[in-house]
């Protein structure tokens, strides 16, 4: 190996090397992130209920009120149910999304939790459709967006795929002045007459493979230093 080829495939060696040295470092930040992100998760999803002003005061401020839990008194309107597909426990079937306006006239969305298919018509479940007064306790889920393999939402069936705030609510009250709170509640698991719709179906379990990830990386790194030892000294020799 003349000394012109070694630098070339030593630059090229300690380049690959320091990117997979970087994107195992880029790892663990992630998993320093991820696992903040999961403890601040906890702490929200498992503290005492905030009122759905303050809530509400959080996203006019510009902070982030995912996963606070929000204590919610008024009447649902059932006669306005939107249904979000969605797989429940291996189970396949609807979300019921349901608009409940408090005794001040604000609205939120309620996600009341999963029916399956053969439910999904309110007149299967008449226990379910409560007219009077409800308290609801809640999980704040922000609307979501339309991810590339999801269908687009049906809103003149009244199938959805995916949580489109906006365009719920034109359904809901369309030619309505409505002060809508601007994100949705999943409603925990409670004792709901005639058991449906099912609550607490809000998902708290973050994926976090990021140390597996950056293991993977610094191995990969050592492999290479292993390769270039191994190739200079049989071209040495």
């Known amino acids: ?13 300690l380049l690959v090397f320091a990117v997979l ?12 992130w991820k696992q903040g992100l999961i403890a601040e998760i906890e702490a929200r999803s498992k503290g005492a209920p905030i009122a ?18 929000v204590r919610v008194s008024g009447r649902f309107d059932n006669t306005k149910e939107r249904y979000l ?21 604000e ?36 609307p979501a967006t339309q991810g590339l393999f999801v269908p687009n939402n049906e809103p ?16 809901m009250f369309a030619g309505q002045a409505a002060e809508l709170a601007p994100f949705f509640l999943e409603a925990e698991k409670g004792e709901v007459p005639g058991h449906w ?4 179906q809000t998902r708290l379990d973050l994926p976090n493979n990021h140390l597996q990830y950056a293991i993977t990386w610094f191995v990969l790194a050592a492999a290479i230093l292993i390769l270039y030892g191994v ?5 040495r020799r």
Do not use: C
């Open 231 to 235: 190739y200079v000294f049989r071209a």
């Open 107 to 142: 609205i939120v969305l309620v996600d009341r939790g999963f029916v399956p298919d053969t439910l999904k018509d309110p007149s299967t479940r008449p226990d379910g459709e409560i007219e009077g007064p409800v308290s609801v306790t809640g999980i704040v889920r922000l």
């Open 197 to 200: 719709p099912e609550g607490g």
């Open 1 to 13: 190996m003349t000394a012109k080829s070694l630098l070339g495939f030593t630059t090229l060696m």
């Open 52 to 69: 759905l002003k303050d809530a509400t005061a959080m996203v006019r401020e510009g902070r982030d009120p995912s996963y606070y839990r």
């Open 85 to 105: 597909f969605t797989v429940s426990a291996e189970r396949t079937g609807w979300d019921v999304i349901t608009p409940l306006t408090t005794a001040d006239g």
């Open 21 to 32: 040295v970087g994107l195992g470092i880029w790892q663990i930040e992630r998993l320093h």
């Open 156 to 171: 003149e069936a009244n199938r959805w795929f995916w949580r489109d705030l906006n365009a719920m609510a034109q359904s």
